[in-house]
């Protein structure tokens, strides 16, 4: 059984969270606004339970390559997919490596 794992980008502060008690609170320990998650103004990405090839975890958002072409990771369908910005799906998610996320490096998926 994989474990559950999310993370969230926080747009105000230009950061990625991990951990859903972090992505609730802010440094203060104060309640962080809980609201900016219900209104999609902080995205929220789960764990897919596999790893690259450097043994990172892999999330929802990640910009993966797969030794020829940057793939996003995105939850469609009820599974998680690498897909091309075009729209092809890669049938074997194996030998991957994160190269970013498409918060903090959207460029990866417009120049690879």
Not at 34 to 60: A, R, S
């Amino acid at each position: 059984m994989r474990e559950i794992k999310f993370r969230a980008w926080d747009k105000d502060e230009k950061e990625m969270i991990y951990g859903m008690n972090k992505c609730l609170m802010n440094w203060d320990g104060l309640q962080h606004n809980v609201n900016k998650f219900f209104d999609g103004f902080i995205p929220v990405m789960q764990y897919t339970g596999l790893e690259d090839i450097n043994g990172g975890e892999i999330y929802e958002g990640d910009i993966v390559w797969d030794g020829s072409v940057a793939r996003k990771i995105e939850f469609k369908s009820g599974c998680f997919l690498a897909v091309i910005k075009q729209g092809t799906y890669l049938h074997a998610i194996d030998n991957l490596e994160i190269i970013g996320n498409i918060y903090e490096n959207p460029e990866l998926m417009e120049s690879k």
